[in-house]
């Protein structure tokens, strides 16, 4: 890609996925596993990820662009193409998360950023997190977290930049030790975090 053809680019919307985007988002995502650092961000694997059934991608597609569960929220460059992504994840009072742990409160995660490599560094990622963090706030959701491999720094110094914390709570998952940051999502607040 040339410069002249980055700049033209850097023009983005970001949204709420549509059902009817299940190609592309299986297509993004796919990218996303095949990544080099893939290993450090995705618990998911390409070897399982490109044996799914359309089924599964228009389902997973479907659930992330309706409802107060999940939300993907896309950014969509002048030419119609998926630019970046990332998802939230709401949990109940009471109920597991995403990593098995539970919480008295409404809780959020933030899973499966990404933003391809001729999009980086235009500021699709602090859009998408930006608008994933109001359609969180917009349901009453009062912090959001996240986990970042501990070897990927570059990920860890861009959710700095975004405004979240590192709580200093490691988390052990299968691509080894990760660090819990968080962004507070209630007006006038500061970027304290609560566990519980």
């Known amino acids: 890609m040339t410069v002249e ?3 033209t680019l850097r023009s983005f ?3 709420r996925v549509r059902a009817e985007e ?21 618990l998911d694997r390409i070897e399982v990820a490109v044996l799914r059934p ?13 409802g107060t569960t999940a939300a993907q929220l896309v950014a969509v460059d ?24 539970t919480s008295p409160h409404l809780r959020a995660a933030v899973v499966a ?3 391809r490599p001729g999009h980086r560094g235009g500021g699709i990622l602090q859009a998408v997190m930006s608008e994933t963090e109001a359609w969180l706030r917009g349901i009453g959701v009062p912090q959001v977290r996240l986990h970042v491999n501990e070897q990927n720094l570059r990920a860890q110094g861009a959710y700095r930049k ?9 988390v052990e998952m299968v691509d080894g030790i990760n660090h819990e940051m968080v962004r507070d999502l209630r007006s006038g607040q500061d970027d304290s975090y609560d566990r519980s």
């Not at 914390?165 to 490691?170: A, E």
């Open 113 to 115: 950023v990404y933003v």
């Open 162 to 170: 975004c405004g979240y914390v590192d709580t200093g709570v490691r």
């Open 13 to 15: 919307t970001v949204r």
């Open 22 to 42: 299940w190609r592309s988002l299986r297509e993004l995502r796919l990218e996303a596993l095949r990544d080099p650092i893939a290993h450090l961000a995705y």
């Open 5 to 7: 053809e980055r700049e």
């Open 78 to 101: 002048e030419r119609g193409d998926l630019a970046g992504t990332a998802t939230a994840l709401v949990t109940a009072p009471g109920e597991p998360d995403y990593i098995g742990e």
């Open 54 to 66: 359309d089924g599964y991608w228009q389902e997973r597609t479907r659930t992330a662009s309706s």
